[in-house]
């Protein structure tokens, strides 16, 4: 299938805010979806967002959706070294699956 | 509640034998999935089930069959392993309200020797 483009590396330094991009491709996609996964780890369900709405916060997640642009971002405030993680965007396969992109692996330092 | 459970955690083949991959959910999801997370390439869908005795391709279905006799379970199929196919399988399940997000299972860790 086509891809799911994000970029592939972040770093930042502890209490900084992360911001992680994401270009989807179906402009059809209803949720749009964030995981997460820890090294060795399987992969956790961070957030989602429904393709009505700009944007969504928790805690400190914030989504925000561009239709237009196809854009999808996760911003994390106050990034902590335990955010350490691979992040992946993902959006809907066929409707049953996911289709992912490659992930942004998120260093957070001291 | 278990969630997705995956079996086994680890295994070694060799170049040409067959295994089978096992996942089994409890949450009575209609959707599962199959992927394979190789380096730099994050997760390509294999095959997915909409309900049980339906199945349909995913991105790379080659050298990997699947079936879905009940709800719950889900194997996935590797008929005559070859070192391509070493990689982390994930399965995932869903219901049928989108908002719920998939749910993984912890995943195995396949090397073809």
């Known amino acids: 299938g086509e891809d799911v483009e994000q970029s592939l590396f972040l770093s930042v330094r502890e209490g900084d805010s992360s911001v992680i991009n994401c270009t989807y491709t179906?402009?059809?996609?209803?949720?749009l979806y964030w995981y997460k996964q820890e090294p060795g780890a399987g992969l956790q369900l961070l957030t989602y967002?429904?393709?009505?709405?700009d944007m969504k916060q928790d805690q400190r997640l914030t989504v925000l959706l561009n239709k237009k642009d196809k854009h999808l971002s996760l911003r994390i405030a106050d990034t902590q070294t335990g955010d350490s993680a691979i992040y992946f965007c993902?959006?809907?396969?066929?409707?049953?699956?996911?289709?992912f992109g490659k992930g942004t692996s998120l260093l957070v330092t001291p | 509640n278990a969630g997705v459970t995956q079996t086994p955690k680890f295994q070694v083949l060799k170049t040409g034998q067959s295994m089978t991959l096992q996942c089994a959910q409890d949450?009575?999801?209609?959707?599962m999935s199959w992927y394979r997370q190789d380096p730099g390439m994050g997760l390509r869908l294999i095959h997915y089930?909409?309900?049980?005795?339906?199945?349909d391709q995913g991105e790379v279905p080659n050298g990997y069959n699947v079936s879905r006799s009940t709800t719950e379970d889900f194997p996935l199929r590797l008929l005559s392993a070859a070192p391509s196919q070493t990689s982390v399988y994930f399965c995932?399940?869903?219901?049928?309200?989108?908002?719920?997000?998939?749910?993984f299972g912890s995943g195995t860790r396949l090397t073809v020797v």
């Open positions: 995932a399940s869903r219901n049928t309200g989108g908002s719920s997000g998939y749910t």
């Open positions: 179906d402009s059809s996609s209803t949720y």
């Open positions: 967002i429904f393709s009505n709405m």
């Open positions: 993902a959006e809907p396969y066929s409707g049953y699956a996911l289709n």
């Open positions: 949450m009575n999801h209609e959707y």
């Open positions: 089930s909409v309900g049980a005795g339906i199945t």
